[in-house]
Nanobody
Framework: QVQLVESGGGLVQAGGSLRLSCVGS??????????MGWFRQAVGKGREFVAA???????RHADSVKGRFTMSRDNAKNTAYLQMNSLKPEDTAVYYC??????????????????WGQGTQVTVSS
């Protein structure tokens, strides 16, 4: 019904930049105006909210990434992005793209999202 595929992760030195992409596909994704989000999970830690974006483009960003990360989307391309600048070693994690059918104020709660990508590894070295 919905498939999300992340790309763009890799190894970067502290202070560097990466841009993650998430391409959505499937009948459900194409027929609904889905909100999307980025979450990350570091080794030994739980899944952490990073950013979210509504269909029309309104965004939210976690305090830990404000001023450094920017989420955006291009609905014509069925793609969401996460531009990551000034990366820090503590940003190291697997980054997951997510989508949800029903909008609520709980955009930072991973249980609100119906579909998830496979994740892409981001590693920031000192």
């Amino acid at each position: 019904q919905v498939q999300l595929v992340e790309s763009g992760g890799g190894l970067v030195q502290a202070g560097g930049s990466l841009r993650l992409s998430c391409v959505g596909s499937g009948r459900t994704f194409n027929n609904y105006n889905m909100d999307m989000g980025w979450f990350r999970q570091a080794v030994g830690k739980g899944r952490e909210f990073v950013a979210a974006i509504a269909w029309a483009g309104a965004t939210r960003h976690a305090d830990s990434v404000k001023g450094r990360f920017t989420m955006s989307r291009d609905n014509a391309k069925n793609t969401a992005y996460l531009q990551m600048n000034s990366l820090k070693p503590e940003d190291t994690a697997v980054y997951y793209c997510a989508a949800r059918l029903f909008t609520s104020n709980h955009y930072g709660d991973p249980t609100q999202y119906n579909y998830w990508g496979q994740g892409t590894q981001v590693t920031v070295s000192s």
